[in-house]
């Protein structure tokens, strides 16, 4: 019986190991990916002809630019936790010039604004009208939801940035099967905002929304977690070496 259950988990803690190595391999792939295509040349976004066979994730990161003008009443804020802390991303529709709608995450705002940015009129104000280009980063839709908690349209609470929902939602014709982080990481800010507990006075006299906090650093810890991994496997391993010799010698 001992004997199973050290081999149980032996083979387990192995298995572990290596699915963090495969991990590990991913990540690295992942890493070098996003840090050669965020730096490339903006580029027009898909055709809307590509779009029903169009898979977004092998486009993520991709520099693009968009043409068009914006529908400011059909802006929606989703939950976010950035470098500025909590809040909202601010998520307005731009009708291209095809007609289509895509959808732009404009960018942060802090959670003391959250009224503000749900107001429609005042989003009206806060939006350029006419012809806007808006350069950012191609993003896949964000389906369902967060952690734990999933998007409630009729309540307009929203906890991920699910295109289709939120296209639905807002009775978009012909949204885009993607979105766009305005602006590019390089052109982030450089103010620590609601992180360091900003007064209203501070945070009315910052420019918001906060574009180009696009998470593009991630962090590597599956070298470690794999070197656990096998190194409860050799300890299994060692404590069996142990049992068998105090068997031999009680035994002898």
Known sequence: MLACVGIALFLGFCALGTWQVHRLQWKLDLIDRVERRVHSAPLPPPPAASWPALDAK??????????????????VLTQATTALGAGFWVMTPLQQRDGTQVLVNRGFVPDSL?????????????????????????????????????NDPAGNRWYS??????????????????FVDA???????????????????????QQWPQAGLTQIRFTNNHLVYAL???????M?????????????????
Request: charged share 15%; aromatic share 6%.
């Open 183 to 205: 602006g590019l990481p390089d052109d982030g800010p450089t103010v620590v905002g609601e992180t360091r507990r900003s007064s209203s006075a501070e945070l009315q006299g």
């Open 161 to 178: 940035r699910d295109v289709q929902a939120i296209a639905q939602a807002r009775g978009l014709a012909q949204p885009a099967p993607f």
């Open 58 to 75: 092998a486009l993520e990161y991709q520099p693009t630019t968009l043409h068009g003008q914006w529908l400011p009443a059909q802006t």
């Open 228 to 234: 656990t991994w096998y190194g409860l496997a050799l």
């Open 114 to 150: 959250r009224s503000a940015w749900n107001d429609a009129a005042q989003v009206a104000a806060a939006t350029p009208a006419g012809d806007v280009s808006i350069t950012g980063l191609l993003r896949a839709t964000e389906p369902k939801g967060g952690f734990l908690r999933s």
């Open 236 to 252: 299994v391993v060692g404590a069996a070496w142990l049992v068998v010799r105090h068997q031999r010698r009680t035994g002898g």
